[in-house]
């Protein structure tokens, strides 16, 4: 018998702070995922960061050994200003000091992935000014890149996703879930497509050192604005129509992004997805509702009298003009 009140009241605990536990494991869930990626990345990278250490001090030990009239601080010093300009795009190879970085299509590519919060990294603003007036730029820009992508993704959107599976499901009865699905696993194939696999094969072609693989990895890194900048187009020795080709990419960018949203809030209004979400959501008390509810009907109810005291101003001026009578003048008609 205790037994089994205090297995109700377990039962009656967990089900009134559900949301709660649930909140609490996908945090717990979500740190094991953090653990987890370092774990796989630790594993996998530290080997190759391990040989390429070898790798270089043998040959700086090498260098130093062939250039017995270079001391070591020298090497070092000469390293650390070149790693230096590195940083901010520049560098002192031959087959690299053809391609400036701030020229007019390298700027338009830099803003865009500002804008973007892509931000590869490659180039950087040099002087203060360059600085400060990108802090200014990023403030407004950003939050009009926001609402210039939510406003053509809810255009978008109404076109590729919601008129497509109403029609479906009113044309040829089918349900409206599992053409939702059927059509946001479909979108998201050609997705993919258009703006993975196919650019991903014309990179590969256009960059000479680069594979499918890199190439497939630029374009998820920069549509998902992870932006690392291991992977920059355009950079190469004696690139052909490098300002159209950097243009190109720009625009591949911004159209790529859109189609990103378009397919992430195709997937984010799936009946099933949505069930989902509202596991982790805190609940409205329903006090707060009734709240809602009477301050709604409240102002429905001021809006409707406002309306019909509007309407009856309206019909009186579309009145035609009648001449009142006297009260004298009535009597005296009366009187006759």
């Known amino acids: 018998m205790l037994q089994s009140l205090a297995g109700s009241s377990c039962v009656r605990l967990v089900e009134q702070h559900r949301s709660a536990w649930c909140f609490a494991l996908l945090v717990l869930g979500y740190l094991l995922y953090l653990v987890f990626g370092a774990v796989v990345f630790s594993s996998v990278e530290l080997p190759y960061e391990d040989l390429l250490r070898q790798e270089l001090g043998k040959l700086k030990q090498r260098f130093l050994e062939e250039h017995a009239c270079l001391s070591e601080q020298q090497l070092e010093q000469f390293l650390m200003r070149v790693l230096e300009a590195s940083n901010y795009g520049v560098s002192v190879l031959s087959n690299a000091s053809g391609n400036w970085n701030w020229d007019f299509t390298s700027s338009l590519f830099f803003a865009s992935t500002v804008l973007s919060t892509t931000g590869y990294g490659h180039t950087v603003p040099l002087s203060d000014g360059g600085k400060a007036f990108c ?10 890149t926001l609402l210039f992508l939510t406003a053509v993704v809810q255009r978008i959107i109404v076109y590729v996703t919601r008129r497509p599976v109403l029609y479906f499901h009113i044309r040829w009865g089918f ?11 479909v979108l998201g194939f050609i997705t993919v497509s258009c703006f993975f696999l196919i650019p991903a094969a014309i990179f590969s072609v256009l960059e000479d050192d680069w594979n499918f693989l890199e190439s497939f990895y630029f374009c998820f890194i920069s549509l998902s604005t992870i932006g690392l900048g291991d992977y920059v187009p355009g950079e190469g020795y004696n690139q052909k129509f490098r300002e159209l080709y950097k243009i190109g990419i720009t625009c591949y960018l911004l ?8 397919v992430l809030e195709t997937f984010c209004e799936l009946h099933e997805l949505k069930k989902f979400r509202k596991l982790f959501y805190v609940k409205k008390d329903k006090e707060e509702d009734q709240v809602h ?5 409240q102002l429905s109810f001021s809006s409707i009298s406002d309306q019909a005291a509007s309407m009856k101003d309206d019909q009186k001026a579309n009145e035609p003009f009648v001449t009142s009578q006297s009260p004298t003048s009535n009597d005296s008609s009366l009187n006759n």
Not at 255 to 262: E, F, K, Q, S, T
């Open 135 to 144: 802090i200014i730029y990023s403030v407004i820009g950003i939050p009009f």
């Open 175 to 185: 349900s409206k879930q599992v053409v939702a699905i059927i059509h946001a696993v």
């Open 255 to 262: 159209l790529g992004l859109i189609a990103m949203l378009v």
């Open 293 to 297: 509810i009477m301050e709604h009907d």
